[in-house]
């Protein structure tokens, strides 16, 4: 789809909370002057109470010691190698070692902050890089990922050291205290942070491209396949090596590794839209198909090709950052980028698709152009609309008919004035590119149609389709509209078990139909947990608690066992707990994993039923 990502956009978005990045190592720079300062002010108000109370120094003396006392403080004497100052460090002893302490911590956050600047600077560069050229788009982001991803993880090691560092001080200066177990917690969540963006550097994410269509092979569509051919020979490009019929609202090419119907194919990989292809009249669809082969032409996906497994890599690493807790920070910055560098790829990819419009219009015509893309505009949006009002019905579906529908409702959809605003506001769907709207498109090629044009264009009955030239294309259809109709049905099934209170007996098998009522029993004999849809219950509580009750669910660790807690709606700290011992179960992961199942049921049913109320 179209970027909806513009600059203002940007800086509110991206730019603002990338800033948190900064914010611990200048919280740990201005505590560690703090806790100087605060040291030095301590010292010398108790040297300052000592020498006045001190009756045998002579008033000059006094006054001596406590000119110099003002003018060096204890923190200048313990950071300083001068042999002035050697007896003045000795006495302070180990107290010098907490300011070391404060100076070097000082350090790191100032690092932190000088590192961040400097990776701000690099990925602002790489960025800009980005809009020359698409040779400077993909060395710039190979450049910005190999960089920034080792800036990522030196940060979230100085963050790391110095959250823990502050989890001992901040209480030790402010309150006199300190609390070993925020200490530790907090050394937990950093070690886990550093693991999780070590770990990510590394992982190479999968790479799948999982395509439901079937392989055309040149024997089941001979004439499409010459035809094909001939088009990238007047275009001077060599032609794809596979070629998938599917039922999609879409066409595209690739050159990544492609899975449809059990196989692996690599190479040039075209897919076309069965359905689609019904509604084009041949010479609409030649300038769909090589408006796809200027992709080919021009480079678009040899580029996609090499730059996904980067992207796929940095969105594995923004995937790491954004769970690893303390690493949030770092995960704004590191989205401000691919974000910057998602603007020039919007800008390039939409440049690419004007530029294989043209193409395609040199070949064929602007006006064959200018009517499959409205008529493959229409027909997403319509098909779109009828998935979005069967999967939002309350009620089971005996058969959903999809294709049934699209096919039955077309024509009233094409006559209304529900076209227009879809197809001025949207853009074609695909699962590579960044289209331009349809406005520009049409404008680029020359053409224009008036929405009287939009609606005579639509009602046409095709007179000559490629799916003719398909041998086995009913058959095709008919199993990839069969497969995707049934799991469009499973999708909606369950999607209605969660949205069901439920308010009546129908209502409510269908429920436990995916929520059954379970049972798990203790280690010892008297000990059962029960749990259904509504509710949750325990033999050592006097009474059940219905999942509308519970505000929290948390586990913690007590005493060697592990607890599921509860803190029910209304009942105070202590009276509105409940607790359910796990490791007394025989399947504690499992009652655990279920209540989590369950309650989300509920949460989802609850949030539904208050859209529902207030849309009404």
């Known amino acids: 789809m179209k970027s909806a990502l513009t600059i203002p956009g940007f800086l509110r978005v991206y730019a603002l909370p990338a800033l948190w990045l900064f914010a611990l190592p200048v919280f740990g720079l201005w505590f560690s002057s703090h806790a100087t300062s605060r040291f ?10 000592q020498l006045s109370e001190d009756t045998s120094l002579e008033e000059g003396t006094r006054q001596e010691l406590l ?4 003018a060096v403080p204890a923190s200048e004497a313990c950071l300083s190698t001068s042999e002035e100052l050697a007896g003045f460090r000795d006495k302070l002893g180990e107290a010098c070692s907490d300011l070391e302490q404060f100076d070097l911590m000082g350090l790191l956050a100032l690092g932190a902050v000088l590192l ?11 960025a800009l890089a980005a809009f020359i050229s698409r040779p400077f788009q993909y060395g710039s982001f190979v ?15 100085a963050q790391g050291v110095l959250a823990v560092w502050l989890s001992y001080w901040v209480t030790a200066v402010w309150f006199e205290i300190y609390i070993p177990k925020l200490i530790g917690i907090i050394g937990l969540l950093a070690a886990f942070a550093l693991f999780q963006v070590v770990a990510a550097i590394f992982r190479r994410p999968a790479m799948d491209f999982e395509v439901e269509a079937e392989v055309l092979e040149p024997s089941k569509a001979p004439e499409l396949w010459a035809h094909v ?9 060599q032609p794809p090596d596979h070629i998938l019929a599917g039922i999609d609202t879409n066409f595209f090419v690739t050159e990544s590794e492609v899975h449809a119907g059990g196989r692996t194919l690599t190479g040039r990989t075209l897919f076309v839209s069965l359905s689609l292809l019904r509604l084009l009249e041949k010479s609409e669809a030649d300038a769909v198909l090589a408006h796809e082969m200027g992709h080919l032409l021009g480079g678009d996906t040899g580029h996609g090709k090499r730059l996904a497994p980067m992207l796929a890599r940095f969105g594995n690493y923004l995937q790491a950052l954004r769970e690893g807790g303390l690493t949030l920070p770092i995960f704004h910055f590191m989205l401000a980028y691919r974000g910057l560098f998602e603007l020039s790829l919007g800008r390039s990819r939409r440049a690419s698709e004007l530029a294989a419009d043209r193409l395609a219009a040199g070949v064929t015509s602007g006006r064959d152009i200018a009517r499959s ?9 319509f098909r779109d609309r009828v998935e979005a009002d069967l999967f939002n019905r309350g009620e089971q579906q005996q058969t959903v008919a999809i294709a049934e529908r699209v096919a039955l409702g077309f024509a009233q959809y094409a006559g209304s004035e529900a076209v227009h605003g879809d197809l001025n506001g949207s853009v074609t769907p695909h699962p590579f590119d960044s289209h331009p709207p349809l406005a520009a498109r049409l404008e680029n090629v020359g053409e224009a149609l008036s929405p009287d044009d939009v609606v005579k264009v639509l009602l046409e009955p095709t007179h000559s389709s490629w799916v003719s030239a398909i041998l086995e294309a009913e058959a095709i259809e008919a199993r990839l509209w069969g497969a995707y109709e049934e799991r469009f049905a499973r999708a909606h099934d369950l999607a209605l078990a969660y949205r069901y209170e439920p308010a009546n007996e129908a209502e409510r098998q269908h429920v436990e139909k995916h929520f059954p009522p379970l049972t798990f029993q203790g280690k010892e004999e008297k000990l059962e947990v029960r749990l259904d849809y509504a509710q949750v219950s325990c033999t050592e509580w006097e009474e059940p608690v219905r999942l509308e009750q519970v505000k929290t669910a948390t586990t913690e660790e007590r005493l060697f066992k592990k607890y599921l807690d509860l803190q029910l709606e209304g009942g105070g700290l202590f009276k509105g707990k409940r607790s359910i011992c796990l490791s007394k179960l025989q399947d504690p992961d499992g009652m655990l994993n279920a209540f989590g199942h369950y309650l989300g049921r509920h949460r989802t049913m609850e949030a539904h039923r208050k859209s529902t109320q207030q849309a009404a």
């Open 143 to 157: 450049v910005g990922w190999n960089v920034l991803r080792i800036t990522g993880a030196l940060q979230v090691l």
């Open 116 to 126: 961040g600047l400097v990776s701000g600077m690099i990925a602002l560069a790489c």
């Open 373 to 381: 893309l409205v008529k493959v505009g229409a027909y997403a949006s």
């Open 40 to 49: 030095d002010q301590t010292f010398l108000s108790a040297v300052e109470g």
């Open 229 to 237: 051919r001939q088009l990238c020979e007047q275009l001077k490009t």
């Open 67 to 70: 000119q110099f006392f003002r």
